[in-house]
């Protein structure tokens, strides 16, 4: 690879990518991480050329070529950085969060009275907020029983970046946000920015997780939260997903995606409101 002083002075002009590179890399991300790219030649071009003229790759033939061959950690991690949008946000599709407090909550505590264990999954967790923003639900109906209760959420997200941030936990905080929630699980920082505080990010496990993998978790779920990830994923690759949802999924768990999402007709889930379904 040359180094990057070696491509010459002033700005960079735009690389451009072949039809047959494209073509290897459309295949190279949906066969191993789901994604549909095959409309997205423009974006590919627009987010990846600067970067990769940056990294010192003559051309994109020479970044096709280097993950397709090593499928080297860094370089995936960069495209899938560059592809997917991590853009989320707490209270995000608040309707939906009321229903989960309203009348999941409620029932999934019920079903746990005995073992006080709540199994929830926030899949494709982005920044962080979603998995925090249901730990604050269930802190808020628990009350001062919360710490009898394991609440302890997964969330999984296939971007580094995404969950180096979630980690950190450090956030611009939007109006949507109750005051008293602000005050009991925020904390100010110096540079006007918010911390979540340390006992809702002790409630959520962040791990690296590929949602084309077989889903081997140790316990089967009460809830999964897959929401504005789908987008990204064709009909079948959605389907095959949605059947290894329901088989990791507890009798009368839930699945809840996004209102910008729907499941085709034939999935396994009864569906009980827009965006709601259960096993």
């Not at 280097?66 to 946000?89: E, G, I, P, R, S």
């Not at 608040?94 to 999934?108: V, Y």
Request: charged share 25%.
């Amino acid at each position: 690879m040359n180094n990057p002083g070696q491509s010459g002075g002033g700005a960079f002009s735009p690389m451009t990518i072949s039809d047959a590179d494209f073509i290897r890399l459309v295949r190279f991300i949906q066969n191993n991480y789901g994604i549909d790219l095959t409309q997205k030649k423009q974006l590919i071009t627009g987010r990846l050329s600067t970067t990769l003229k940056q990294k010192g790759y003559p051309s994109f033939t020479a970044f096709v070529d280097h993950v397709l061959k090593t499928k080297d950690d860094d370089a995936v991690t960069l495209l899938l950085n560059k592809l997917t949008t991590n853009y989320t946000f707490f209270m995000r599709e608040q309707d939906h969060l009321e229903n989960f407090r309203k009348n999941i909550i409620p029932e999934i505590v019920r079903r746990h009275q005995k073992d006080k264990v709540l199994s929830i999954w926030s899949a494709g967790c982005s920044s962080g907020e979603e998995p925090y923003n249901i730990s604050m639900y269930l802190f808020d109906y628990l009350g001062t029983q919360a710490k009898q209760w394991d609440t302890r959420l997964l969330a999984t997200d296939i971007s580094a970046q995404a969950l180096a941030t979630a980690k950190r936990g450090i956030y611009e905080l939007p109006d949507t946000i109750p005051p008293e929630w602000k005050k009991k699980y925020f904390v100010p920082t110096k540079d006007g920015h918010y911390s979540v505080s340390p006992d809702i990010k002790n409630n959520v496990i962040f791990q690296p997780f590929n949602l084309m993998d077989p889903i081997k978790f140790r316990r089967k779920f009460d809830v999964i939260f897959c929401r504005n990830v789908m987008i990204y994923f064709d009909q079948p690759t959605k389907d095959a997903l949605v059947q290894r949802f329901y088989n990791a999924t507890v009798p009368g768990g839930y699945l809840l995606i996004s209102y910008s999402e729907n499941l085709s007709q034939n999935t396994p889930y009864r569906r009980l409101a827009t965006a709601t379904f259960q096993k």
